[in-house]
């Protein structure tokens, strides 16, 4: 019997986690104030979540597409489920009167100047996180990276401090240089970041067994989107991921750099919530792009 096959039975693909009493994978046990939190963020009606990454600044500063927060994302904020951002960028540019859920970075350290990004420390107190009212915040783990004990210790004490406030804790899979991204590396990432208490995991989507990492992990996995790649490619990923067991994504370049970031955030959004095939979400994405452009042509000519 193939390799693929006997992995099948062990995790029970066929056999989805039961989450008696609340929607979401391994949340039903969570007080009120967590579960209300993650309702903001997972749309309940779908129990999957479209969450702009934004949060690349904290160590790439004005990378492609997030030079002008304030003019590019800001417009596209009625279209996301969730925003994950830096707490400088919520104070200083997303406007207060904005009722979407923040989702906020909490590490940091090292800047892309360095070699090994693992360095990283807890860069945010949860009290800040109450204040600003976040739905919930997200740290880098590098599970076999050169400071994996302490990026574990890092989240393990933002699950404890989130524990004492009510705020989700998502633990993001960061993977070193040298680790092989594939399912065996992310079911072991995600699984430990699942037992040392994260709620909800971000991860990388994998061509190959995408579906076991889901399985074994007890909590909610949002795919992360990584590097641009063509629209059709990035909504197929996108569609794979949610129909191989993901609760959405936290995609950050394949929407702010895409030639039409409004556009590509609403094909995304179908393909999360209304399950619209990657093809037919491009469609959607070239139509809306083609009108945004006679828009824009309009208002030119005029
Ligand atoms: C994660 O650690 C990064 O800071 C981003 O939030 C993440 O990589 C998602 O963004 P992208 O879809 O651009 O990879």
Redesign the pocket.
Known sequence: MPEADREGERYALDQPQQTPGFYLKGSHQLDWGMKNRMARVFDPRSGRTVML????G???GPTTGLERIDLSIVPLLPSCDAL?CTRGILRTVIPAQCQKPMVL?ASGGPSILRDELSDEEIAMDMDDAVRLNAAGV?I?VFIGGEHETRSVHNMTRLVDAGLRAGVPVMG?T?VGKAMVRDAKYFRLACRIIAELGAQYV?T?YVDDGFETITASCPVPIVM?????LPELEALTMAYSAVQQGACG?????????SGAPQAMIEAVAAVVHKNLKPKQAFELFRSLKADAERGAANVAAE
């Open positions: 990454a934004i949060d690349h904290y160590f790439q994950f970075r997200g880098q993001i960061a971000k990388y992360a989107g990584g590097k641009k994504v936290d995609m950050g370049r394949n929407i702010f750099q």
